[in-house]
């Protein structure tokens, strides 16, 4: 069975660097041709795909996202992490580890992170 969990600070402050980490089991972050996406839902919004990292490390990220994202992992751990710099309240959402792009196939629970000073 596929699981993934999300984990990292719940509170960042303005102008930080917000990191999470998607902790993977029932399946290796390398199998081919699967890609692991990050996910954000602010309140009262839909759902924005940030970037997402290929089974052989390759990444791509959301225009809107690519010069304050960066997207890595850890293939020892099966995990796979995200960086978000500079963030703002603007930058307050759940966030979703997801296998796939959206609507990918299997989802974390999702964790709430609150950018405030």
């Known amino acids: 069975q596929v699981q993934l969990q999300e984990s990292g600070p719940g509170l960042v402050k303005p102008s930080q660097t917000l990191s999470l980490t998607c902790t993977v089991s029932g399946f290796s972050i390398t199998t081919t041709r699967y890609a692991w996406s990050w996910i954000r839902q602010p309140p009262g919004k839909g759902l924005e795909w940030m970037g997402a990292?290929?089974?052989?490390?390759?990444?791509y990220y959301s225009p809107s996202l690519k010069s304050r994202t960066s997207i890595s992992r850890d293939t020892t751990k099966n995990q796979f992490s995200l960086q978000l710099s500079s963030v703002t309240p603007e930058d307050t959402a759940v966030y979703y580890c997801?296998?796939?792009?959206?609507?990918?196939?299997?989802w974390g629970q999702g964790t709430q992170v609150t950018v405030s000073s």
């Open positions: 990292i290929g089974a052989h490390g390759t990444t």
């Open positions: 997801t296998r796939g792009v959206v609507p990918g196939d299997y």
